[in-house]
């Protein structure tokens, strides 16, 4: 499974519209700078702001350089369920045959 954190590598800084519920260091992720996990998803796809360094930055990639087995991060606690900005909901992610999708949370009311 191929998992990312934000936007494609030499892209064009994009906003966000959503990031994963758990905080990066969950995901192994640090700062490509002074290499702390005081670190927190950046407003811009693929990156994160450390609070150390005041800067947004790619950072290293942590458990997202490499195929992701789910399994394992599931046993360990690390989820990929997504928070979505303009709605404001959180989506579970799923498995789906070969796909990975995030399906909305039904909300009672
Ligand atoms: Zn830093």
Do not use: E
């Given at each position: 499974m191929e998992l990312k954190y934000g936007g494609k590598k030499g892209k064009k800084m994009r906003?966000?519209?959503?990031?994963?519920?758990?905080?990066?260091?969950s995901y192994e992720i640090s700062c490509?700078?002074?290499n702390g996990q005081n670190l927190a998803w950046s407003e811009f796809c693929g990156?994160?702001?450390c609070?150390?360094?005041?800067?947004?930055?790619?950072?290293n990639e942590g458990i997202f350089g490499g195929p992701i087995p789910l399994e394992v991060s599931e046993m360990l606690g690390v989820r990929f369920d997504?928070?979505?900005f303009r709605d404001k909901s959180i989506r579970k992610m799923e498995v789906k045959g070969?796909?990975?999708v995030w399906r909305k949370e039904k909300?009672?009311?």
């Open positions: 906003k966000r519209t959503w990031c994963y519920i758990q905080q990066p260091s490509d700078a002074c990156m994160v702001w609070y150390d360094c005041k800067i947004d930055t790619r950072g997504r928070f979505y070969d796909k990975l909300r009672k009311g």
